[in-house]
């Protein structure tokens, strides 16, 4: 069974095969950025709208039926996410890289500037 989405940039569907006669929008959501190598960042999501009823699925448990089509939209992640480049998820990586250090070298004295400055 398929689904047929395309995102709002693009003129033409794509077609998205699964086993079932339905689908969840979070498995959806995974097989399209899967399909589509929209890289490992996890700083979206996806916007899931029924192409004719214009319905939003905001829910990851929901059903899709098989044959539907479905517009993409990305849009950027809201709330409390915790983004990569924060202040104490950087200062942490620096301690790690300082600690697996072999040489105890250049790699000690850079991990020293950057949780100074």
Request: charged share 25%; hydrophobic share 30%.
């Amino acid at each position: 069974m398929s689904i047929h989405y395309k995102f709002t940039s693009n003129l033409d569907y794509d077609t998205l095969t699964f086993d079932g006669l339905h689908i969840s929008v979070g498995d959806l959501k995974k097989s399209i950025i899967h399909q589509k190598k929209l890289g490992k960042s996890a700083d979206f999501d996806l916007k899931i709208t029924n192409a004719q009823t214009k319905e939003v699925y905001t829910e990851d448990d929901t059903l899709i039926p098989r044959n539907t089509s479905v517009m993409v939209a990305r849009v950027p992640l809201s709330g409390n996410v915790r983004k990569p480049w924060e202040r104490n998820e950087s200062m942490s990586h620096l301690h790690r890289m300082n600690e697996d250090s072999q040489d105890g070298g250049s790699h000690n004295r850079l991990a020293k500037v950057f949780v100074l400055h």
